[in-house]
Nanobody, 125 residues
Framework: VQLVESGGGLVQAGGSLTLSCAAS????????LGWFRQAPDKEREFVAA????????YYSDSVKDRFNISRDNLKNTLYLQIDSLRPEDTAVYYC???????????????????WGQGTRVTVSS
């Protein structure tokens, strides 16, 4: 399984970005998917998750009114739309996948088997 993120960059506070994660290796609908982020000198934290059929999502409290996770099961791609960016959103964002038969969201890093290399988002004030 390979996950390749893209879409990060330098953005002013209040701006928007869409991160993408292209997956390959197995049938895309076998993956539960998630986004995590790691800010400088901080632990990696959960951001958002989506189940393998795109029928359920979950967000951390800090992002749930500004971030939107989605997936295109025909394009084998996961997305994270980020609006109203804040300086505290500055981090490396990682997509993660876990192969599962269950239709559920996964909320912790230890539940994911595969990780991308990350894409950096920097928000200037």
């Amino acid at each position: 399984v390979q996950l390749v993120e893209s879409g990060g960059g330098l953005v002013q506070a209040g701006g928007s970005l869409t991160l993408s994660c292209a997956a390959s290796g197995r049938t895309f609908t076998t993956y539960a998917l998630g986004w995590f982020r790691q800010a400088p000198d901080k632990e990696r934290e959960f951001v958002a998750a989506i189940n393998r059929l795109a029928t359920g999502t979950y967000y951390s409290d800090s992002v749930k009114d500004r971030f939107n996770i989605s997936r295109d099961n025909l394009k084998n791609t996961l997305y994270l739309q980020i609006d109203s960016l804040r300086p505290e959103d500055t981090a490396v964002y990682y997509c993660a996948a876990s192969v599962t038969d269950l239709v559920r969201v996964l909320l912790t890093a230890k539940e994911y088997n595969y990780w991308g290399q990350g894409t950096r988002v920097t928000v200037s004030s």
